[in-house]
Every structure is written in structure tokens, then in C-alpha cells.
């Protein structure tokens, strides 16, 4: 059973931008602790090292990014669409990768999204 669903990502010349989506598969999400990773080519993915952007727990709902994504990328969530977004901006070629949406981080991710390709040519 698919529990999220991503859209978006795909090949970018340095500099550009693209925008992730991940969507709650015909239910609401069931946390709001909701966090993008990624995983470099070559790599396991890690939970420390490799995520994103996240939301913390409510009720502060506040918002994490990585030191690499910190002015560059922006999660966002639209809790009526039951969707998240990440729009990653000025993309550098360390940031092609395979790049997950999470729900409920915070307990080890109760699901995984399928994953989506995003490669930065130089």
C-alpha cells in the first residue's frame, strides 16, 4: 500500500531550481512531523546525516533545515491539500540524489515516500 506519493524533481543545470511534492495517498497525514532526506549516489541513507528540511511536533510545528539547505531550499505544507512541498533553489551538484519525504520523523519515519531522482548538471 502506498502511503505517499511524490511528484516533481528531475534534471537541473547548476543554479536552477525544482520543487518536491509528496502527498498523503487518499488519507490524511497521520503526523505533523513531517521531513524531507535525501540520498547521495553511492551512499545508505542515513537519518542524521541526510535530512533535508523538517517540521518538528506540535505545537510549535518549527521548522529544521540542514546546514547545506539553509537559503536554498524552503519545505512548506499545505495542510487542506494534504501535501508538503521542498523548492529547492541555486542547486549545486552535491545536491543530486535520490530525495524522500517522511512522515513522523521524530519516531524513525512511519512511512517513506517512493523516492525521487534529483540531478544537478554541472
Known amino acids: 500500500q502506498v502511503h505517499l506519493v511524490q511528484s516533481g524533481g528531475g534534471l537541473v543545470q547548476v543554479g536552477g531550481s525544482l520543487r518536491l511534492s509528496c502527498a498523503a495517498s487518499?488519507?490524511?497525514?497521520?503526523?505533523?512531523?513531517l521531513a524531507w532526506y535525501r540520498q547521495p549516489p553511492g551512499t545508505e541513507r542515513e537519518s542524521d546525516r541526510d535530512?533535508?528540511?523538517?517540521?518538528?511536533?506540535?505545537?510549535?510545528?518549527?521548522?529544521y533545515y540542514a546546514d547545506f539547505a539553509k537559503g536554498r531550499f524552503t519545505i512548506s505544507r499545505d495542510a487542506g491539500e494534504n501535501t508538503m512541498s521542498l523548492q529547492m533553489n541555486n542547486l549545486k551538484p552535491e545536491d543530486t540524489a535520490v530525495y524522500y519525504c517522511c512522515e513522523d520523523w521524530t519516531q524513525g519515519c512511519t512511512y517513506w515516500g517512493q523516492g525521487t531522482q534529483v540531478t544537478v548538471s554541472s
Open positions: 535530512i533535508v528540511a523538517a517540521f518538528g511536533r506540535s505545537p510549535d510545528n518549527k521548522i
Open positions: 487518499g488519507r490524511t497525514f497521520g503526523s505533523d512531523a
